[in-house]
C-alpha cells in the first residue's frame, strides 16, 4: 500500500485540463474529423511516351488553410519520368537534362517539387483553378478557393492504362511540415461534365491519395494561447507561462537591436511571457437582461509575418445562440445532431481583417459578440462565461489553468432570477426588525 505521505491529490478542474491539453499532439481532429487534403490525378491523354494529367488538390478542411508563401507538392518517380511541360505551376529545378539535345524537358528531376504560380501569370501558361501563389482556403471560409489544380505532361513512362507507373512517396508542404500523404492508388475514372452539363467525359485513369495534418509534427511548441478577462473582475488571466517556449532575455535584446534587418527573413516573435506567435484574447464586455456581450481580439506576435484569411474556431455551449456579431463572420460547426457549440471566426475582405498584420499598433484584428441568454444555462460563476477550447488556424491553443479563470466579487449576489421589487421588499424587512 502506498503510504498516505506519497500520495497524490488532483482537482477535478487540473485533470481536465492535463486531458484538454493532451489533445493538442492528436492528429485526429476533434471539431473537423473528416479533414484532409485529396490530391487526384486525372490521365486525359495519352501520348508517344507517357501522359497527360490533370493534378488537382481540394482541401476539405473547413478551417485550416493553406497560407503564403502557399503549397509546394512533392512525389519520387517509379522509373526514370521526366516532365515534358507543365501548366499552371511549375518545379523548382529542373535538374540534369544532359541526355535530351534537341527538346529540353521542364524537370528531369527523380524527386520533383512543385509550386503553384502567382497571379498576374500570363494567361498562356495558366490553367484552371491555378496562380493563387500556392493560397489555399479552407472548405468552410471560402468553397471557391479551396480547390488549387495544374496540368502536367509526364515522359518516359508508360502510355496506357497497364504500363503506367504511379508516382510514389508523396509530400505536401504548406507552408510547414505537418501534413502525411498515404500511398497513391488507382480509383473509378473522374467524371466531368461538359456542354452545358448535358454530357459527361471520364478521365482514361484516377487515381488519388490523402493527405492529412498533425500539429505535432507542424511544430515542436503550440502555436496560440487564450487569455481573459472580464467586467466584474479587474484581474486579468494572461496566457499561460512558457506556453509556447520560455523568453531568453539575450535574444530580446538581440531582437529589439535588429528589428529595422529583418525584412525577408525567418519570422521572429516579440518577446513575451508566453512566446506565442498568436494571443487571444477573450473578454466577458456585458450583462444585460436577456443578452450578454463578448469582446474577442486576436494578436499577432510575429513581427515580420502577416496571416492571410486567417480562422479563429471557438467551442462554447452558448453559440447555440449567437445574436451578432460584428466585424467577423460567423459560421457555426455542426459536428453532431442537436449540438451546437461550436463555431468559426473570419476576417471581412471589405474591411481589411482577413489579413492579420504583424507585430505593432495594427497587428490585432477583434470582433464583438452578443448571445442570447438560456436562463436555465446561462451563469456567471465558475468560469461558465469562458471558452473550452480556442483554434488558430487549424492549431489548438494553450488555455489557463480553469482555478486561475477570473472570479465573482464575494459581494455579487448569486445568480438568481429574483426581481428588483423583491429585493427592496427584503431588505426593508430587515431594516424593520431593528427599528
Known sequence: MVSSRFRLTLRPEVIMYILCSCTVVVAYDLFDPTANITITWD????TRDGYVAVVKMNNYQ????IMSPGWTLGWTWSKKEIIWSIVGAQATDQGECKEFQNDIPHSCEKN???????????????????????????LGQDLENSLSAFQISVGNSGNTYRTVSLPKNFSLFGPNQGYTCSPVSVVPSSVSLTSGGRRKNRALMTWKLVCSYSQLLASDTPTCCVSMSSFYNSEIT?????????MNNKNCALIKSTLQQMEGTTPVKQCTQHMCPIRVHWHVKKNYKTYWRVRITITNFYYNFNYTKWTLVAQHPNLNNVAKVSNFIYKPLLLYEHINDTGMFYGVKKLENDLL???GSNGSVHSEIILKKDRKMFTLKHGWAFPRRIYFNGDECIMPLPVSYPSLPNSVLPNLDIKP????????????QFL
Open 43 to 46: 490521365v486525359v491523354s495519352w
Open 62 to 65: 473547413m478551417y485550416r488553410q
Open 112 to 138: 520533383p517539387r512543385i509550386i503553384d504560380m502567382h497571379p498576374g501569370t500570363p494567361y498562356n501558361q495558366q490553367f484552371a483553378n491555378c496562380c493563387k501563389g500556392g493560397v489555399v482556403s479552407s
Open 238 to 246: 494572461p496566457c499561460p507561462s512558457c506556453a509556447c517556449g520560455c
Open 357 to 359: 498584420l504583424d507585430a
Open 421 to 432: 421589487v423583491v429585493i427592496i421588499q427584503v431588505l426593508v424587512a430587515i431594516l424593520y
